[in-house]
């Protein structure tokens, strides 16, 4: 038994909408997941998307989840078929990485001042990762102040683990052409990045990266993952699995969503 809620909240961009997702399962464990999606993702719990699918693993872990999606102009992904970089121009030009930090800035803040918590998980995927630890690691007000944006006052200690999926410091030379698509034209200095991983101190931290992945190295993930000041951390390299973790050795699979969530569990995050 499950229960699900939907939550809209003030965004950036576009139609000025950040969706929330709330899963609550029928008896919790005191955890909640908290999800970023990556750079033009959708992330709902609609049938068919990886989060929820990512979310019902969480729930058979008995963990509440929160699944966020960022603003922009056209929802519906699935009216452009398999052209997925024409709905990625037409849902995002225009939109800042700024813009989009601040979505999850938002969304983060929001949860956490209106739901009573246990133990925290925020879990991001590629540029979510690179959002959450913006976030953690404080970077998120130089960035956002920059900008000229408002931003609402985090408080780190509140997340006790944070979970980065697919993330790194430089994208790989033959996927370069995506460093001109909205979003993550806009993107700052790796720097920044690094300085974030550096104050994040108090979390314990999973880095996960799939060993096919084409759009980071390893080595840019681990760059990242080296500057994480906080001594409770691992990297886990998931044997087979693609940059979104949507594929397992070239062939559609949820199994790299499934070892993450059991590496999660056989290292006592679920209690």
């Known amino acids: 038994m499950k229960n699900v809620f939907h939550y809209e909240i003030e965004g950036s961009f576009g139609d000025k909408k950040v969706l929330i997702d709330h899963v609550i399962p029928g008896s919790g464990c005191g955890v909640t997941a908290v999800l970023f999606h990556g750079v033009h993702g959708c992330c709902s719990y609609r049938e068919g998307n990886k989060y929820r699918d990512l979310a019902d693993q969480l729930l058979k872990k008995k963990a509440e989840v929160f699944l966020v999606e960022t603003s922009r102009m056209i929802r519906d992904r699935d009216a452009y078929g ?122 314990r931290v999973f880095f996960f990266y799939g060993d096919q992945d084409r759009t980071f190295s390893e080595g840019s993930s681990r760059r990242v993952f080296e500057k994480i000041a906080s001594p409770n951390k691992d990297f886990i390299i998931i044997t087979g699995a693609d940059h979104s973790f949507r594929q397992m050795n070239g062939v559609p699979s949820n199994e790299g969503l499934s070892e993450m969530v059991e590496c999660l569990e056989k290292r006592g995050i679920f209690h």
């Open 82 to 203: 398999t052209d997925r970089e024409s709905w990625a121009i037409d849902s995002f030009t225009g939109k800042t990485y700024a813009q989009d930090l601040l979505d999850n800035c938002n969304a983060l803040h929001n949860i956490l001042e209106t739901f009573q918590q246990g133990e925290v998980i925020l879990w991001g995927f590629s540029l979510g990762g690179i959002n959450a630890i913006n976030i953690l690691g404080g970077e998120y007000k130089a960035i956002l102040s920059n900008s000229r944006l408002e931003y609402p006052e985090l408080d780190p200690g509140l997340v006790n683990t944070l979970v980065v999926s697919g993330s790194g410091d430089k994208i790989r030379d033959e996927a370069a052409s995506s460093l001109s698509m909205p979003v993550i034209s806009t993107i700052g200095p790796s720097e920044e990045l690094h300085e974030a991983a550096s104050n994040i101190i108090e979390q």
